[in-house]
C-alpha cells in the first residue's frame, strides 16, 4: 500500500453529534455524495447508467447514514423484496410440491 493519503469530502464534513458509528456514516457519505441527481433528475454516477434519483445505491446510502446515528431500522420504507425476472429459455420454477404436482 503506497503512504499517499487521499482527502475525502467527508474529512470536510462534520458529522451529526449522533453518529454512533463514524466510519459506517463517512464511508455512507462518500456513496451518497457520488451518486447525487444531475440536472434532468437522473443518478449522474456511471455504475448506474442513468437511473432515475434517487437511484437504489443512494437510497442504501441514507440508510446506512441513519443506521449510523443509531436509528433502528425501518420495516417498509420500500416494498418487499423484488422478484428476480426468469431468466429466457428456463422453466419458472416452483415449490417443490408446486413442480412434484406438475
Known amino acids: ?3 499517499t493519503t487521499h482527502h475525502r469530502s467527508s474529512h470536510d464534513t462534520v ?4 453518529v454512533t458509528d463514524p466510519l459506517l456514516w463517512r464511508l455512507a457519505y462518500h ?11 437522473h443518478c449522474h ?3 448506474c447508467d442513468g437511473q432515475e434519483a434517487p437511484c ?3 437510497l442504501n446510502a441514507e440508510r ?6 443509531g436509528a433502528a431500522p425501518a420495516e ?6 423484488r422478484s428476480r425476472p426468469a431468466t429466457p429459455g428456463l422453466p419458472p420454477q416452483g415449490t417443490r410440491a408446486q ?4
Open 56 to 58: 437504489e445505491t443512494m
Open 45 to 47: 454516477s456511471l455504475l
Open 64 to 69: 446506512a447514514m441513519q443506521l449510523a446515528r
Open 31 to 41: 456513496v451518497a455524495e457520488a451518486h447525487q441527481p444531475d440536472d434532468s433528475g
Open 76 to 81: 417498509s420504507q420500500h416494498p418487499g423484496p
Open 15 to 18: 458529522a451529526p453529534s449522533d
Open 99 to 102: 413442480r412434484n404436482a406438475a
Open 1 to 3: 500500500m503506497s503512504g
